[in-house]
């Protein structure tokens, strides 16, 4: 019950959306399955070590310094209970027993389903990327990230909440997963490609490039809020005494749970974004660093073979022509490492702690009322300087062009698969195993229709749908979603969206 307490009393600056973890639309819309085939801009979030490689399935002999711009990139989910305002008061609402039905509990044991109340967003002012062939590239974004998440301990939903009665059997509650922050942050990305030489003659060469890279972001933290992965509480039954019709439970557990906000009294959630500069911000309640490394390689490139025309007198010929070969990155192998770094809190920080709940109670005068769980409010507490963990993942994938293999196949098709490893389970992370398959279908250079579906991670199954139109060779406008499902389903968990407007040109 302490847990359920701790979140009850969750502030008002919990925000509402959460970082949107590679918000890209191309990753989106392919079931994340990207780290092995990401370009361009989509490299800023998936896998630094693509960022200086060519795009895959989009070749030309033209060798020029590349830029590729995109304006306000964005992507969001948000569980359904957030999208509610009745349901959200009703979640965190005063509850009185006198009022409160097992209706209305059971009601309260939905709107907490895990991934209900969940958020995140990611909205870039702009990504940059600036390439030139054979050497390498940079990397530049800018842009805020809020995470939020509350996934209550599952046998507490339906074992306290779904069935309503606490005094059945022993209980035991814990690993919260709640907690959140809002920063902004910026990204620099470098990556650098080596080509090998290739015989002339080959068609197939293995191993032909690869290219490494690294990202580092300088992080502002705006708000933060946690509970204590260590924060737990138990109900053991007592055998009452014989005659007696009520039963009793021993209540025990502890919890802590920790805030910072801006040290300014005045703090508005608008000041954060509309006066959303880096340095010095009076908004700002934290500095830290992010760090990720990723590789790609090449492992096969299938190329045509090249073609000759002559002109006039063979023996004499007047104008001797060469066509370039086209390549394709057949085989592409990723791997990425995400969410290395902290931050240091050092705003108006809160503390709240009851280290050692030890109550008896028994359902004879209603049981556990609203009045019995303030009990255990603790006493909230000025405190200094606190760091967290950033959320930490290692991502492998392997991507396919599949036109290469099958040059029958109309525009280019794009196949790839990615696995990805929560590596210290923090709010925002995957929080389990993640597998991804993705794919990506370019019919003519103006369209690109992407789908993909996943299991694990956070979203669990989720089937994913993206499109892409490139108007112009100069703009393109991408948008997609990870969990196409929700959009047809009235008691959907989650709805999400991703948009992009870039622009790519030549120098």
Not at 59 to 73: C, I, M
Not at 264 to 282: C, E, R, V, Y
Not at 406 to 416: E, F, N, R, T
Not at 479 to 507: I, N, P, Y
Request: with cysteine; aromatic share 10%.
């Amino acid at each position: 019950m302490a847990l359920l307490l701790a979140a009850l009393l969750l502030p008002a600056f919990c925000p509402a959306v959460r970082a949107q973890q590679r918000g890209d639309a191309e990753s989106i819309g392919m079931g994340k399955a990207s780290v092995a085939t990401a370009r361009g801009l989509s490299a800023l979030y998936a896998n630094p070590g693509a960022l200086g490689l060519e795009h895959m399935g989009l070749y030309d002999s033209v060798q020029q310094v590349e830029v590729d711009l995109a304006l306000l990139p964005m992507g969001a989910v948000a569980g359904s209970t957030y999208l509610d305002p009745s349901s959200l008061n009703f979640v965190f609402d005063k509850k009185d027993r006198g009022i409160f039905t097992d209706d209305d509990r059971l009601r309260l044991a939905s709107l907490i389903e895990e991934g209900r109340l969940s958020a995140d967003a990611e909205v870039d002012a702009f990504a940059l990327r600036l390439r030139a062939p054979g050497i390498g590239a940079i990397g530049i974004r800018y842009g805020h990230r809020v995470r939020a998440q509350m996934n209550f301990p599952e046998n507490f939903r339906t074992g306290v909440l779904g069935s309503g009665d606490v005094f059945a059997k022993d209980q035991r509650f814990d690993s919260p997963e709640i907690g959140g922050d809002w920063t902004r942050n910026l990204t620099v990305t470098m990556a650098s490609a080596w080509e090998r030489p290739v015989d002339p003659e080959e068609t197939s060469a293995w191993f032909p490039a690869f290219g490494v890279g690294y990202s580092l972001s300088y992080l502002e933290g705006i708000v933060h809020f946690d509970v204590d992965q260590s924060s737990w509480a138990s109900a053991h039954v007592i055998q009452s005494p014989l005659g007696e019709t009520y039963r009793s439970i021993e209540v025990r557990g502890a919890y802590t749970f920790r805030s910072s906000t801006p040290a300014d009294s005045q703090f508005k959630a608008s000041d954060a974004i509309l006066n959303s500069g880096l340095f010095g911000s009076k908004t700002v309640t934290s500095i830290g660093w992010e760090g990720g490394l990723g590789m790609s390689i090449v492992i096969l490139r299938k190329m045509s073979a090249a073609t000759v025309s002559i002109t006039g007198d063979p023996l004499n010929p007047q104008q001797i022509s060469h066509e370039d070969r086209s390549k394709r990155d057949a085989l592409v192998f990723g791997v990425a490492l995400d969410g290395v770094g902290t931050i240091n809190w050092n705003g108006a920080n809160r503390l709240r702690s009851y280290p050692d709940i030890r109550d008896t109670l028994t359902d004879q005068n209603g049981g556990i009322s609203n009045d019995v769980i303030y009990r255990y409010t603790a006493k909230l507490d000025t405190i200094g300087a606190f760091t967290t963990v950033l959320p930490m993942t290692l991502r492998v994938g392997l991507g396919a062009d599949v036109t290469a293999f099958v040059p029958g196949i109309p525009g280019d098709l794009i196949a790839s698969f990615e696995t990805a490893f929560d590596m210290n389970h923090q709010i925002g992370g995957e929080r389990a195993t993640r597998c991804s398959l993705g794919a990506e279908w370019r019919p003519t250079s103006f369209f690109v229709l992407r789908s993909g579906m996943q299991l694990g991670g956070r979203l669990g199954a989720a089937m994913a749908l993206g499109v892409g139109l490139r108007p112009f060779s100069w703009l393109s406008l991408d948008v997609a979603t990870s969990e196409v499902t929700s959009l047809f389903f009235a008691d959907r968990r989650r709805v999400d969206g991703a948009f992009t407007l870039g622009t790519h040109f030549r120098l």
